[in-house]
């Protein structure tokens, strides 16, 4: 039985018991406390991988089946798996790589590690390598770009699938201004990427995204190949980056001198939408914001990346004026990002925007790394929340997982939000101490871990 036929399979039953916390919608700011479910002795009963039933542990335990594993985390809090909606999946041995701003950085460092994905044996070996560190970290779902090559790819989405993880995943297409390694055709990246498209797009959990690696990269005969493969398959995802470094902003419009704008060259082919996720989104004017807007697009804030290359500060405020708020995400876009915790990408994010002089609760850097990034993927009716019908992918924390966390817990009289911002200040990979996937355990954290 391959990993997506369950039919002819007996139902399987879990259940884990202890502090549950889930968003309802985004929080307006500290103290929000409509915006979320907090349950202090919670049960979530789950069948078949998808829960069944959530609840206060006293009105739920007898409905446990007969022979269920329950899994109690008495000390944890437990939350929706983290989504990471912008992540290099052949990057991670790139991952703090020294001194050089975005362009310099991907001719220095990132193309050439790449170029070993035409692999398939060390494609495969990077997956399990990637899926490892996600769910180490508490990600259970991740946005992804592969290299250029199909095989890239076909790895990722095979060690996913063999895991159970649902990924949204795609082989980046470049045909110019890279290596003769790494370029393919407007045509190859078509035929390749519908190849894909057709063999894994909605295959179990399995999501595709095309993905032209950004403009500076694809000719005009590749972005409208782009284009087409979204017309050709109404809810595929797109993916690339927009408006992370000036140099870059400055390049786009040489190369595309009859384009109003960076944003406009993506227009022009069809490339805005409620399925499509733009990296980064620093530099934008109100122009681009507003057709962003219009089209219902993601713009996907990576705080860690921003700062490492060197490339600005996001405007969270800018992006979500009331007249034509800007959807966003959270994301650690490894490599140029630095770590691959969301909760070390959410301290940093609060760290960006009070240099902007605005403000990121805890409530809602746990809600966009929730619930609010399933939202922007448009997979809110399967992940992100504690809520009967979607996936058991499952993260359990603990705000006292170093010295320092505890020392200041110690401080702390049970105020839920200020566990949140321990967390998302001081916590990393040591504060997950299990990721579930689809109810079962995918990733503990050995009592001799440190």
Known sequence: MNATDLSSAPPRFAALRGRLLSFRRAPTGPGDADSHVCIPDGLLLIADGRITAVGAYADLKDQIPAGA?????????????????????PQTQVI?????????????????????????????????FFLDELLRNGTTTA?????????????????AERRGAGLIAGKVMMDRHAPAALTDSAESSYA?????????????????????????TSTEAQLEAAGTLLREHPGVHMQTHLSENLDEIATVRRLFPTARDYTDVYDRFGLLGPTSLFGHCIHLSEEEMRRLSESGSVAVFCPTSNLFIGSGLFDRAALSRADRPVRQALATDVGGGTSYSMLRTAGEAYKVLQMRGQNLSA????????????????????????EPGRWADLVVLDARATPAMRHRMNAIDGDLEEELFVLMTLGDDRAVTHTYLRGEKAYYRAASED
Not at 194 to 215: E, M, N, S
Not at 366 to 380: K, P
């Open 69 to 89: 594993a329950v899994d109690h985390h008495p000390d944890g809090l437990i939350l929706p798996g983290f989504i990471d909606t912008h992540i290099h999946f």
């Open 96 to 128: 703090a790589s020294y001194g050089a701003q975005l362009l310099d950085w991907l001719e220095k460092y990132t193309f050439i590690e790449e170029q070993k994905y035409a692999d398939p044996a060390h494609a495969a070996a990077g997956a399990r």
């Open 143 to 159: 946005a992804a770009y592969g290299s250029v090559h199909p095989q890239s790819v076909d790895a990722l989405f095979a060690e």
């Open 192 to 216: 390749d990427s519908k190849a894909l498209i057709d063999r894994w797009h909605r295959r179990g959990r399995q999501r595709y995204a095309v993905t032209p690696r950004f403009a500076i």
């Open 363 to 386: 409530l809602a850097a746990f809600d966009l790394m929730t619930r609010g990034n399933a939202a922007a993927l448009g997979l809110e009716d399967e992940i992100g929340t504690l």
